[in-house]
């Protein structure tokens, strides 16, 4: 019989093949696990263990990698139906002219040859959890040991009147990242001198929190620099947001008569838009502006919300320890789909929510406890391309439930002098060439 | 007739050791990748954030005390250290040790 051991180590050099025996025996010694490896097996068959991850973005690319890197007897297969990966962090910056498409846009060559990840480009479409079996959309079935959702966010069509999958096209959301990044650019690059930028922010949860802020943030720069006599609103369906004070004094300094924040208290909620007219409805208020950007109210992507995974509420609940469905077993789900408050729906959370599911999904298979995970968050947003901000925390599982580490959470100093804003910008460039390199290299 | 207390003493400690040992081992590795999302894979940085892949244990255990009591001046990592319990900066800086032992 061949051996399937290896099957995932095609083209790899023999010095990779020690280093991953010195790191599995490591984890042999953290797991208590015999170095021969014992999986649940099915009688009839000499079946290695069969991971199937659904969704190739911050948190499934991630999990694929880690499951593999923990132990490459396990088979992984990743369905994600782009071919290349386009990041939402950093598009803001492309948005503002900073930077190119190509530098947000990742492949799946290094999961497919450097950890043996097999790649099927496919949708899926259906879950079978008793039968542990995935659906895709070109006609096959993938079975599955342990099954890892990670579809990210759809936008909920119809939730602001008006705003369908047509009118997209004219009122970009750009909060998924590709052709939807490029229009937005466009329209900014084409609009006159002078003219009127809306971004329409959604009540909570939706993914990226402080996104929309740093987005107006950096359109700002772009029209400061470029089309001084334009104005920007952001008009929120909220009265409070993330990082708010750091956002507003930094807005007062750079950006004093161009950029105004319109909170919900002051008509600031869209409530409907007309792509025939042109026009943002609020509660009170229209406006007919040159650019409009709307991020609209979100949900968990449609397989997640497959066979009663979201409890009919538009998110998925998870045990915290091991991100398994509370609904079904031998599914979990990471990333923007979860409710894992408070842990924001972020990248940086859904790359740390996947390392450990990852962990988790490895010592399940091996009929062993999870190990007590490590959960933090790191987000930066850049005010300017010198500016930046952040927020962190550290998190621990109490009773089954995801909670802060007292004292370990925190903002940027309000006060802090110009060097640290300096220093943070260069911090959320460097972090994000090592989270793109952690996911997909 | 029972055994001495001291003997059962260390035989229990004898038991333990081996999970407790394991047990830091996968919280060790656990923190390590989270701790990759703004270090780099393995602890290898690209761009301004510092690579933690080749610091000396002891200094690597000093430093993550330092930011926890704020004697160390960071811009994040004040934050991140408080989380993180003498246990925890132990079994992280082993983890990385272990890695070098290629």
Known sequence: ?441 | MQPPLVLLVLLAAALLLPGTAAAGAARGAALANACAACHGPDGRSQGAIASIDALLTEDFVAALKAFRVDARKGTVMNRIAKGLDDADIVAVATYFATLRRR
């Open chain 1, 1 to 441: 019989m061949a051996n399937l051991k290896h099957r995932g180590a095609v083209g790899r050099q023999p010095e990779r093949r020690v280093t991953e025996l010195t790191r599995r025996q490591f984890l042999a010694l953290a797991g208590s696990l015999p170095l021969t490896g014992v999986y649940a097996r099915r009688a009839w068959a000499q079946t290695l263990a069969r991971v199937v991850v659904v969704g190739g973005g911050f948190g499934g690319a991630t999990c694929a990698k880690y499951i593999r890197r923990a132990d490459p007897a396990i088979e992984v297969t990743l369905v994600e139906p782009r071919r290349q990966f386009v990041t939402c962090p950093f598009s803001n910056a492309v948005l503002a002219g900073l930077r190119d498409m190509a530098s947000l846009t990742y492949g799946y060559d290094g999961l497919q040859q450097r950890h043996g990840v097999r790649v099927v480009h496919a949708t899926a479409t259906e879950i079978d959890p008793s039968a542990r079996r995935v659906t895709l959309d070109n006609g096959s079935t993938l079975a599955y040991d342990r099954l890892v959702l990670s579809p990210g966010i759809e936008v909920r069509w119809g939730a602001i009147e008006g705003y369908d999958a047509a009118a997209s096209e004219v009122f970009p959301h750009a909060w998924l990242a590709g052709p939807q990044t490029v229009l937005l650019r466009q329209q900014l690059e084409a609009m006159a001198d002078g003219g009127l930028v809306v971004i329409t922010a959604p009540e909570e949860p939706f993914r990226c929190p402080p996104g929309p802020y740093e987005r107006a943030s950096l359109i700002a720069y772009y029209l400061k620099t470029h089309k001084p006599r334009s104005k920007l609103l952001i008009l929120d369906a909220k009265d409070t947001f993330t990082k708010q004070e750091l956002f507003r004094t930094a807005w007062v300094r750079l950006y004093p008569g161009l950029l105004e924040w319109v909170p919900r208290s002051q008509s600031g909620r869209v409530v409907r838009v007309d792509i025939r007219t042109g026009t943002v409805h609020t509660d009170f208020e229209e406006y007919k502006p040159a650019v409009a950007n709307i991020i609209p109210p979100q949900r968990a992507a449609a397989i997640a919300r497959a066979a009663g995974l979201d409890d009919g509420t538009g998110w998925c609940t998870v045990r915290a320890s091991t991100f398994e469905s509370v609904v079904h077993a031998g599914v979990h789900i990471i990333g923007d789909a979860t409710i894992a408050a408070p842990m924001p729906k972020s990248a940086f959370s859904a790359n740390n929510q996947a390392k450990v599911c990852a962990a988790a999904v490895v010592a399940l298979l091996r009929g062993q406890p999870a190990p007590a995970p490590a959960l933090m968050n790191t987000c930066y947003s850049l005010v300017a391309p010198d500016y930046g901000i952040s927020i962190a925390a550290v998190y621990q599982v109490v009773d089954d439930k995801i909670a802060i580490v007292q004292g370990s959470s925190g903002v940027s100093p309000l006060d802090a002098p110009n060097e640290t804003r300096v220093l943070e910008a260069e911090y959320a460039k460097s972090w994000y060439a090592n989270i793109t390199a952690d996911v997909f290299a």
